[in-house]
Structure formats: structure tokens, C-alpha cells
């Protein structure tokens, strides 16, 4: 997750779900299928791909200005991703998905979108988009290994079976360079007509804690760390509505969602835009962000020190099961 000091206005929305209908038949197929969740696959794929980021050579940064960076929120000559996109190519590819590498130049830095779709069997034209980024620094175990393990384990989930909607994975390249893969992928699917985004990005850190969760202006929040945040904009609101009421019924996780205002790019909602959802909200598309908020709870957030002993396996499969249900019931399926 890319780091910022912008103050936050966010409006908690906690209580407005509560009245949304969502049918009892389309609860239980969400959380038959989020049942399928292995925790133990998803901690197997978070130590696989850290030891990956260790196992890698750094990005070249002798193009950074290092008398205007801040290298202790953005330590750049420690960012790695080769060997987590091989990672997830290969992984993909073992599931039985065609995998697609959007690969871009750039005046800098190329970047590598991987990209594993299930076709829609009713209305393929129709897409839900669930995305994490894989470039990360240090080890990078919260941001973003426990993001990228659950995209894997997600797209496992849907293998094989049919869905009435496309089903798309993506992992982002470059996120930590200021959401680059993500931007260039909205810009190469301008016309795209998305029903629901989501976005891992730090989703396995979890502290109950009184006082490890640092407050966010405008959002009144506990001081524990033990519940999953998901943000919005205004074109978002109904996922995150519907997202709320799935997981109000189906009590994988407590979750906190949390409304920006209009598109999310106002002057005082700069954190809100933090991660690869951003380029979908100033597209026009809906997006949800899901996070545990990173440095705001997180002390090993961009240090070396983010690794996998600091997860919580419970909460990484909470949150991986709940955004499971969500897929389901927005891509409708899975299909008999």
C-alpha cells in the first residue's frame, strides 16, 4: 500500500446496511462457497511468497531522487516483484486459467499486469474484477502477500465452475510506485463494463489490542484492530452495501466500511486513495477497497519487519471468506 500523510474524511456507513434485502437462497450459496476458504492454503502461499520477494533482486533505484523521497516510508531500493509475478502466473496457470500478461512500457519503469479470467456463461460482457498487487517491499507478508493469497485462493474457489458474470483476476504490478499497473489496466479497458471491483491490499494484520488501532479522522472506529475495513466511493456504495449485509448474515469477520465522498478524490480523502482501486473510482467504475488499514494499525508496515510470524491466520481467512461471498453473489454463482 502506497503511504501518504493526506487527512482522511471518511463516513462511516456501519449502520445504513441493515435494511437491504438480499435473498436467503443467495446468502447460502455465498457462504457455501466462501466455506470453501483453506486457511492453511492461504498461509502456505503467504510464506511462498515472501520467500519469493527474499529470494528476488531489487528494482534498480538509481532513477530516484533521493534528496526529495522519503525512504523511510518508501524504502525503494528494497521493492521486489519478478518472482511473485512468476508466483502467480504459475499458480494460475495450474488452476486451468489462461493467463494474460499485460505487459506496458513506460518512461521509467515497465510494468506486468498477470491477468487469469473465467468467462461468464449468461453475460460475459458483464465483469466483477478481484485485484491485489504483488510488488512489495522488504518481504512485504502484510502488504501485500496476505492481499495476493487471497486473490489466489479466491480464484481456486472458482475454478472450474460457472458463473453467470466474468470472473477476472489480476495482480497489479507497481503499486508502490504510485498504483502504475493499476492505471495502466483502467486505461486499456476504457468501455468495460465492471459490476463489482475488489481490492486486497494489507489484509492479515490483526491486533484486539486497546489502542493498537490508531483512529482515522471522521471515522468513528474502535481502538482494537480486529476487524477488516472496506471503503468506498459513491458509485460504490451498493457493494459495499451488499458486501455488509452478506457479512452481517454470515459472521466470518466484523467489518467496518467506510464512504468517501462523490468519487473519492476530494482534498481531505487523500488515504482513501491509496491503493489500486483509485484509477476504478476516477474512471467512473465501482470499487471496493478492502484493507486493515495498514500503518494505522500495522508498526511493520514497509520495514523489514512485515513478515509472516506478525499475521493473523483466522483473520486473513475471515477476510479472504467474506470477499469470497461477495464474489459469488456478485458474479452469480457458482452456477449448478
Same mark, same amino acid.
Given at each position: 500500500?502506497?503511504?501518504? $500523510?493526506?487527512?482522511?474524511?471518511?463516513?462511516?456507513?456501519?449502520?445504513?446496511?441493515?435494511?437491504? %434485502?438480499?435473498?436467503?437462497?443467495?446468502?447460502?450459496?455465498?457462504?457455501?462457497?466462501?466455506?470453501?476458504?483453506?486457511?492453511?492454503?492461504?498461509? $502456505?502461499?503467504?510464506?511462498? *511468497?515472501?520467500?519469493?520477494?527474499? !529470494?528476488?533482486?531489487?528494482?534498480?533505484?538509481?532513477?530516484?531522487?533521493?534528496?526529495?523521497?522519503?525512504?523511510?516510508?518508501?524504502?525503494?531500493?528494497?521493492?521486489?516483484?519478478?518472482?511473485?509475478?512468476?508466483?502467480?502466473?504459475?499458480?494460475? !496457470?495450474?488452476?486451468?486459467?489462461?493467463?494474460?500478461?499485460?505487459?506496458?512500457?513506460?518512461?521509467?519503469? %515497465?510494468?506486468?499486469?498477470?491477468?487469469?479470467?473465467?468467462?461468464?456463461?449468461?453475460?460475459?460482457?458483464?465483469?466483477?474484477?478481484?485485484?491485489?498487487?504483488?510488488?512489495?517491499?522488504?518481504?512485504?507478508?502484510?502488504?501485500?502477500?496476505?492481499?495476493?493469497?487471497?486473490? *489466489? !485462493?479466491?480464484?481456486?474457489?472458482?475454478?472450474?465452475?460457472?458463473?453467470?458474470?466474468?470472473?477476472?483476476?489480476?495482480?497489479?504490478?507497481?503499486?508502490?510506485?504510485? *498504483?502504475?499497473?493499476?492505471?495502466?489496466?483502467?486505461?486499456?479497458?476504457?468501455?468495460?463494463?465492471?459490476?463489482?471491483t475488489i481490492v486486497f491490499d494489507c489484509?492479515?494484520?490483526?491486533?484486539?489490542?486497546?489502542?493498537?488501532?490508531?483512529?482515522?479522522?471522521?471515522? /468513528?472506529?474502535?481502538?482494537?484492530?480486529?476487524?477488516?475495513?472496506?471503503?468506498?466511493? !459513491?458509485? $460504490?456504495? /451498493?457493494?459495499?452495501?451488499?458486501?455488509?449485509?452478506?457479512?452481517?448474515?454470515?459472521?466470518?469477520?466484523?467489518?467496518?466500511?467506510?464512504?468517501?465522498?462523490?468519487?473519492?478524490?476530494?482534498?481531505?480523502?487523500?488515504?482513501?486513495?491509496?491503493?489500486?482501486?483509485?484509477?476504478?473510482?476516477?474512471?467512473?467504475?465501482?470499487?471496493?477497497?478492502?484493507?486493515?488499514?495498514?500503518?494505522?494499525?500495522?508498526?511493520?508496515?514497509?520495514?523489514?519487519?512485515?513478515?509472516?510470524?506478525?499475521?493473523?491466520?483466522?483473520?486473513?481467512?475471515?477476510?479472504?471468506?467474506?470477499?469470497?461471498?461477495?464474489?459469488?453473489?456478485?458474479?452469480?454463482?457458482?452456477?449448478?
Amino acid at each position: 500500500m502506497r503511504a501518504l $500523510s493526506t487527512t482522511l474524511l471518511l463516513l462511516a456507513v456501519s449502520a445504513c446496511t441493515s435494511a437491504l %434485502p438480499i435473498e436467503e437462497a443467495a446468502i447460502t450459496q455465498a457462504g457455501d462457497f466462501a466455506a470453501g476458504v483453506e486457511k492453511s492454503r492461504l498461509v $502456505s502461499d503467504v510464506d511462498s *511468497l515472501v520467500a519469493a520477494h527474499l !529470494e528476488d533482486t531489487p528494482i534498480d533505484c538509481s532513477n530516484f531522487d533521493f534528496d526529495t523521497l522519503d525512504t523511510e516510508i518508501h524504502p525503494v531500493c528494497h521493492i521486489t516483484r519478478e518472482k511473485a509475478r512468476q508466483l502467480i502466473q504459475r499458480r494460475f !496457470e495450474e488452476l486451468g486459467y489462461t493467463v494474460i500478461a499485460q505487459d506496458v512500457e513506460g518512461p521509467t519503469f %515497465p510494468t506486468t499486469n498477470v491477468i487469469a479470467e473465467l468467462r461468464g456463461t449468461e453475460r460475459p460482457e458483464e465483469v466483477v474484477v478481484v485485484g491485489a498487487h504483488y510488488d512489495a517491499f522488504f518481504s512485504g507478508a502484510d502488504d501485500n502477500s496476505s492481499g495476493v493469497a487471497a486473490m *489466489l !485462493e479466491l480464484a481456486r474457489l472458482a475454478a472450474g465452475k460457472r458463473f453467470a458474470r466474468t470472473v477476472r483476476f489480476v495482480g497489479f504490478d507497481l503499486e508502490e510506485l504510485g *498504483l502504475v499497473g493499476s492505471t495502466r489496466y483502467v486505461r486499456s479497458h476504457p468501455d468495460e463494463e465492471l459490476v463489482a471491483t475488489i481490492v486486497f491490499d494489507c489484509i492479515g494484520y490483526r491486533d484486539p489490542r486497546p489502542g493498537a488501532q490508531q483512529g482515522l479522522p471522521g471515522f /468513528p472506529i474502535p481502538n482494537t484492530g480486529d476487524f477488516i475495513a472496506v471503503i468506498a466511493n !459513491e458509485q $460504490s456504495r /451498493p457493494r459495499l452495501e451488499e458486501l455488509h449485509a452478506l457479512g452481517s448474515q454470515l459472521e466470518f469477520v466484523p467489518l467496518r466500511g467506510a464512504l468517501a465522498p462523490i468519487d473519492g478524490s476530494g482534498p481531505f480523502s487523500g488515504n482513501l486513495m491509496r491503493s489500486d482501486h483509485a484509477p476504478f473510482w476516477l474512471a467512473g467504475h465501482s470499487a471496493l477497497f478492502v484493507t486493515d488499514t495498514a500503518n494505522f494499525r500495522n508498526p511493520h508496515y514497509h520495514r523489514d519487519t512485515d513478515v509472516p510470524s506478525t499475521l493473523d491466520p483466522d483473520f486473513l481467512a475471515g477476510v479472504t471468506r467474506l470477499s469470497a461471498a461477495g464474489l459469488a453473489y456478485w458474479a452469480e454463482g457458482p452456477q449448478q
